[in-house]
């Protein structure tokens, strides 16, 4: 999932989407594609709020109402968010954030 034009979202585990009244679960590995199309409904919207916790959950929050969930996975990554200039938030095996900071232009460099 692409956010802007810099910021990517990748889930690799199951997660939750709640569109209006509908709550819908899908899993990267066991739904066919088609399954995903009320993900469509999110593009174009702002994402308002995202958070990560301390136990590895990712929370994202749309314009539109919409609300995306992924709970962290005990044996595979769950879900990594990427940003300019290298910047890595991953929920790593287990439930654990793994964070790489953004890195900084060289002296003189234009951003």
């Given at each position: 999932?692409?956010?802007?034009?810099?910021?990517?979202?990748?889930?690799?585990?199951?997660f939750?989407?709640v569109?209006?009244?509908?709550?819908i679960s899908?899993?990267p590995?066991e739904d066919?594609q088609d399954?995903f199309?009320?993900i469509?409904?999110?593009?174009?919207?702002?994402?308002?709020e995202?958070?990560?916790?301390?136990?590895?959950?990712?929370?994202?929050?749309?314009?539109g109402?919409?609300?995306l969930?992924?709970?962290?996975?005990?044996?595979y990554?769950?879900w990594?968010?990427s940003?300019?200039d290298?910047?890595l938030?991953?929920?790593?095996?287990g439930?654990k954030l793994?964070?790489w900071s953004?890195k900084?232009p060289?002296?003189?460099?234009s951003?």
């Amino acid at each position: 999932m692409q956010l802007a034009d810099v910021h990517f979202i990748v889930i690799e585990s199951p997660f939750t989407v709640v569109v209006g009244d509908d709550v819908i679960s899908l899993s990267p590995e066991e739904d066919a594609q088609d399954a995903f199309q009320p993900i469509h409904q999110l593009v174009g919207q702002t994402v308002e709020e995202a958070f990560a916790d301390e136990a590895g959950a990712l929370s994202v929050r749309f314009s539109g109402g919409a609300h995306l969930s992924v709970k962290p996975d005990a044996a595979y990554e769950a879900w990594s968010v990427s940003g300019p200039d290298g910047a890595l938030v991953v929920s790593t095996p287990g439930g654990k954030l793994a964070v790489w900071s953004a890195k900084k232009p060289a002296d003189g460099a234009s951003e």
